[in-house]
């Protein structure tokens, strides 16, 4: 589970090589062009300069198009927003809503790394395993300015349109729920997965710098398909389903878009690089 946050909330890369090809593609479909750029949420300092492709990409689009408003999501009023619907609106706590064994392992796992367990206990699971894995990734040397955070402060200083694709509540909503329901399988499995979490961050590291969509695909969203079934219908192909519509309407508007979401959107058979084939377009690999 551990390895799904990661990949669609946080998806990390290591310090490498440019390689002859990265998670950047090129859609055409008779004289529109779209720009798609898989993204890295979280890098280290020793990750840039990111792959030329991307910076390509950026130049060549008149507006570019993140999954939300960054700026907003950032800012005082939404991260207290964050913080109230991370935590149970009843004030009840994790114990009631986590089985003793799952409980228990989660207790020994914040006792073992010195972490008081007592400012953890209204926050929902989803939330909880999200910041414990920030803070294991912190450990690793990672911050928390990535691809979509970069190209977002260069679009500002440059004035360049940006545009986003679902409102910053949207995405607000799918990280705190997304373990509605699986409380419990969420959380034992996150923290099983923490102790493999440098592994799983150097395969999604190779995978997303050398675009190897082959390998995205299987690290980063087949296992969530066949372990979370509902969970990845509610935070990959809805919200791609979503995403499409926006970006197929972009084939009748006159100004190249550069699209920036996260790498587990666009590869597989569900995602929006094998939709856009279906819908005409001609897609290449910068």
Not at 89 to 103: E, N, R, V
Not at 117 to 143: H, N
């Amino acid at each position: 589970m551990n390895r799904f946050i990661i990949s669609t909330l946080l998806v990390v890369i290591t310090c490498s090589v440019a390689a002859a090809e990265s998670s950047v593609w090129k859609a055409h479909k008779g004289d529109s062009v779209i720009y798609l750029g898989g993204t890295c949420h979280l890098l280290r300092d020793g990750d840039y300069p990111l792959p030329p492709e991307f910076a390509m990409a950026y130049k060549a689009a008149d507006i570019v198009v993140f999954e939300t408003d960054i700026g907003k999501m950032l800012d005082q009023a939404t991260q207290q927003k964050l913080l109230t619907k991370a935590r149970y609106a009843d004030g009840s706590t994790l114990a009631k809503h986590l089985s003793p064994l799952t409980y228990k392992e989660l207790s020994t796992y914040c006792a073992a790394n010195g972490i008081p367990m007592e400012q953890f206990e209204q926050f929902k699971p989803a939330m909880l395993m999200l910041t414990l894995t920030l803070m294991e990734l912190e450990k690793m040397g990672v911050r928390r300015q990535g691809v979509d955070q970069f190209f977002y402060d260069l679009a500002l200083k440059e004035k360049k349109v940006i545009e986003g694709l679902e409102t910053v509540d949207e995405q607000l909503n799918y990280v705190v729920s997304m373990a509605d329901g699986i409380e419990d399988e969420f959380v034992s499995y996150s923290l099983k997965d923490m102790a493999t979490l440098r592994q799983q961050f150097a395969a999604l590291a190779s995978a997303w710098r050398t675009g190897d969509a082959v390998k995205l695909d299987e690290l980063m969203v087949a296992d969530l398909k066949t372990r979370q079934p509902r969970l990845y219908s509610r935070l990959i192909t809805d919200r791609n389903r979503n995403w499409l519509s926006i970006i197929a309407a972009y084939q009748n508007m006159p100004k190249t878009r550069f699209v920036l979401v996260g790498a587990g959107h666009l590869v597989g058979r569900d995602g929006i690089i094998e939709a856009l084939k279906k819908k005409g377009y001609r897609v290449e690999k910068l």
